[in-house]
């Protein structure tokens, strides 16, 4: 009888034992879909009133040596921008500089044009779209999105 207690206990952990496929948190996701492969902008939009409709697309007009450049977005928080073939004036081939995902993984932080704090409206594994308020002129406010696939 001293080995009842250990069977009921024993038989209890085998049948909580079930075949479902393991829940894979969302933080490790993330993780994965940023740090696999990497990214290119695809799209730069203006919303000046902050209504939700974007008012203006400067994507098509930017110059090339902007769409080109590929971001790496690597384990170790850090990022390496990696100029195209048509290298901006001025620009380095290769920089790199921090990142990190803050507020729950709801944001991202990093240095593109400075730093950049940029809400996570979609991460997927051939999307990223980044949203961000971003004062202009004195006292006026817009929110702009960046769009990034894969090339």
């Given at each position: 009888m001293k080995l009842a207690p250990l069977i009921v206990l024993l038989s209890l952990a085998l049948l909580s034992c079930t075949d479902d496929p393991i829940d894979i948190p969302e933080v490790t996701i993330k993780l994965e879909e940023l740090t696999t492969g990497s990214w290119k902008f695809t799209g730069y939009m203006r919303d000046y009133d902050q209504d939700g409709v974007f008012d203006e697309d400067l994507y098509p007009g930017w110059e090339t040596c902007y769409k080109d450049n590929l971001y790496t977005f690597q384990l170790n928080d850090s990022m390496?921008?990696?100029?195209?073939?048509?290298?901006?004036?001025?620009?380095?081939?290769?920089q790199t500089?921090?990142?990190?995902f803050i507020d729950n993984q709801t944001r991202l932080q990093w240095l593109i044009f400075g730093l950049y704090d940029q809400h996570i409206e979609e991460l997927s594994p051939t999307t990223m779209r980044l949203k961000s308020e971003v004062t202009y002129g004195l006292f006026s406010k817009m929110d702009v999105e960046l769009t990034f696939g894969k090339p």
């Open positions: 390496i921008k990696e100029e195209g073939p048509f290298r901006c004036i001025g620009e380095v081939q290769t500089a921090p990142w990190s």
